[in-house]
């Protein structure tokens, strides 16, 4: 069967402090194969240090198996970032790509 995806949305949890500044947050996700792909969002919660991005259908189909994830940002002008951490991205149950329109 072969790989095909949805869009992917991500809800990741840090340090609220880094999100003070109120600018763009930059994720970077590398799976073990595939290419690597990065996404910016600036839907977050700077009081509970709640990050959501979103991955597209196009670029989530490169992401298959361990993936690892990394937000970046600025704050006060230098730029902060967080620890990798690791996920897994399964295949999707649906066999082709799903659109509303």
Not at 51 to 70: C, D, E, F, M, Y
Not at 85 to 99: C, D
Request: hydrophobic share 35%; with cysteine; glycine share 8%.
């Amino acid at each position: 069967m072969a790989y095909n995806y949805t869009d992917l949305t991500l809800q990741m949890k840090i340090d609220p402090q880094w999100l003070a500044d109120g600018g763009t947050v930059y994720v970077g996700l590398v799976p073990d194969t595939g290419s690597a792909i990065e996404v910016t969002t600036t839907t977050f919660n700077p009081t509970e240090g709640i990050i959501v991005a979103t991955v597209p259908q196009n670029q989530s189909k490169n992401l298959h198996g361990v993936v690892r994830v990394q937000c970046n940002g600025f704050l006060n002008g230098a730029r902060w970032a967080t620890e990798k951490k690791l996920m897994y991205v399964g295949e999707n149950t649906i066999e082709r790509t799903l659109s509303n329109a």
